[in-house]
């Protein structure tokens, strides 16, 4: 039995009261016997207005925030799962997952591949890649306290191929914080944090944004830990940031995988027409 911690935020436009909460969180957190924090999307920075966003999104090795939550990480001896955006190289902008162990070192980092670019028949309309660029590599993480963790972000979770590759890496859990706005949230929200959990027979742990947020932005919150039979062990609600430890049972995986082998099963699919 492992115990990890879940940070259910409402983050805001002001880097450095997003970081206090990240950093208060991870000595809560520790206080109370977790080993790993997660975060949700955007946990550093939330904000939708690109003029107004631009003096905070800074390279990881200039941003303050970075900084901040690799020392609380060393201080409090916990892994954390930052979100943020942060400049690439290149000059673009990247919405990127850090983990840090519990020395405060980089153990791996992960670009969001899926840009969510859509059109909602509330009115809601987002347009991620005019501002983002997409990440290009699957990443996975050995040896973390819950054994090899496969990084993802939010719309990530719309495409299978992502996490069939995750599968394959026999990943012990997928970390998917996200944004999700709150139509897509009561649609589909649960449906699809358990079908991942149940197609990788592996943990699903999902740090959620909630509330309104100062862009003028709702997300839906929710929360989750989603065990690898698919069941939903914590659901943080949608009302309320808030910190939640969590205490999930590592040996579950193999007992499923053993109970129902999926993942042993699995055969390529042709690609030829009918016959």
């Not at 054994?147 to 993802?152: C, D």
């Not at 995750?166 to 709150?182: M, S, W, Y």
């Not at 999902?206 to 830990?225: I, K, M, P, W, Y």
């Amino acid at each position: 039995m492992t115990k990890i911690a879940l940070l259910q935020m409402t983050s805001g436009i002001d880097p450095e009261t997003n970081a206090d909460a990240i950093v208060h969180a991870a000595h809560q957190a520790a206080g109370e016997g977790a080993k790993m924090l997660f975060t949700p999307e955007m946990a550093g920075l939330l904000d939708r207005k690109r003029s107004r966003a631009s003096d905070n999104v800074l390279a990881e090795d200039e941003s303050p925030i970075v900084e901040r939550v690799a020392g609380a990480s060393a201080d409090a001896g916990i892994w954390i799962a930052l979100g943020l955006p942060v400049t690439r190289d290149d000059g673009r902008w990247v919405n990127r997952t850090i983990l840090f162990d519990d020395n405060g070192e980089v153990a791996a980092r992960y670009d969001k591949i899926h840009m969510f670019d859509v059109e909602l028949d509330t009115g809601e309309s987002w347009r991620e890649s005019a501002a983002y660029a997409p990440g290009q590599h699957v990443v996975t993480v050995d040896d973390t306290p819950i054994g090899r963790l496969g990084l993802t972000t939010c719309y990530d979770i719309r495409f299978p191929a992502l996490f069939e590759e995750l599968g394959r890496r026999n990943c012990d859990a997928i970390a998917i914080p996200a944004a999700f706005t709150v139509p897509t949230g009561k649609a589909h929200w649960h449906v699809l944090q358990r079908a991942r959990a149940i197609e990788a027979s592996a943990f699903v742990i999902a740090a959620a944004q909630v509330g309104d947020h100062e862009d003028g932005r709702s997300t839906f919150g929710h929360s989750l830990v989603v065990g690898p039979w698919g069941d939903v062990q914590l659901d943080m609600g949608g009302d309320a940031p808030g910190l939640q430890v969590w205490e999930i049972d590592t040996g579950r995986i193999a007992e499923v995988r053993k109970q129902l082998p999926s993942l042993a099963n699995k055969r390529d699919i042709p690609r030829s027409r009918n016959p």
